[in-house]
T-cell receptor, first 114, second 117 residues
Framework: KAGVTQTPRYLIKTRGQQVTLSCSPISGHRSVSWYQQTPGQGLQFLFEYFSETQRNKGNFPGRFSGRQFSNSRSEMNVSTLELGDSALYLC?????????????FGPGTRLTVL | AQSVAQPEDQVNVAEGNPLTVKCTYSVSGNPYLFWYVQYPNRGLQFLLKYITGDNLVKGSYGFEAEFNKSQTSFHLKKPSALVSDSALYFCAVRDPYSGAGSYQLTFGKGTKLSVIP
């Protein structure tokens, strides 16, 4: 099976712009989670989608939003970018039906905000 | 709320020696515990998990972890370290009794492992 793919891999934006990141999960996986990784804060949970519904949300401002499509692909959007949004954004997928499913991660999108 | 602590930011070990990366957790009920590894400029790779049963869990690349409920710990171990094991290691916990957050994985800050030739 193909792994989790994320596009684009690298992105440079300026403050105030918005950005959309894309994630394609492993075939058959219905759950997609998004994380922000920074050197100072580590891995922070953004949100999780399961069968097109947001099932859980982390402690991030409303500028961060996401959605999931019927084919389980997911997008994450950040509006009005700030310098502090510079980070590696990781997407992870799992079968999603059980608490003991492990998550499989994509390579990430490196976002730089200038 | 669930939480994970990795008390060591960095662990250095000589090649061929045993290694241990420490993890402690806090949950309201019985935890589901995971270890992941991250190589530079890569996503996280799953190593192993503890759900229930035997306290010693074996995983990928010769790694194992021991669940200790009384000490609320889940330390990652390997009998003989390789230079290629050098990477960033993350412990994660899921608390199935946390209501709406039950599916959320909470990660530790990570421990950088350096294996010295």
């Amino acid at each position: 099976k193909a792994g989790v793919t994320q596009t684009p891999r690298y992105l440079i934006k300026t403050r105030g712009q918005q950005v959309t990141l894309s994630c394609s999960p492993i075939s058959g996986h219905r759950s997609v989670s998004w994380y922000q990784q920074t050197p100072g804060q580590g891995l922070q949970f953004l949100f999780e989608y399961f069968s097109e519904t947001q099932r859980n949300k982390g402690n991030f401002p409303g500028r961060f939003s996401g959605r999931q499509f019927s084919n389980s692909r997911s997008e994450m959007n950040v509006s009005t970018l700030e310098l502090g949004d510079s980070a590696l954004y990781l997407c992870a997928s799992s079968e999603g039906g059980s608490f003991y499913n492990e998550q499989f991660f994509g390579p990430g999108t490196r976002l730089t905000v200038l | 709320a669930q939480s994970v602590a990795q008390p060591e930011d960095q662990v250095n070990v000589a090649e061929g020696n045993p290694l241990t990366v420490k993890c402690t957790y806090s949950v309201s009920g019985n935890p589901y515990l995971f270890w992941y590894v991250q190589y530079p400029n890569r996503g996280l790779q799953f190593l192993l998990k503890y759900i229930t049963g035997d306290n010693l869990v074996k995983g990928s690349y010769g790694f194992e972890a021991e669940f200790n409920k009384s000490q609320t710990s889940f330390h990652l171990k390997k009998p003989s370290a390789l230079v290629s094991d050098s990477a960033l290691y993350f412990c994660a916990v899921r608390d199935p009794y946390s209501g709406a957050g039950s599916y959320q994985l909470t990660f530790g800050k990570g421990t950088k492992l350096s294996v010295i030739p």
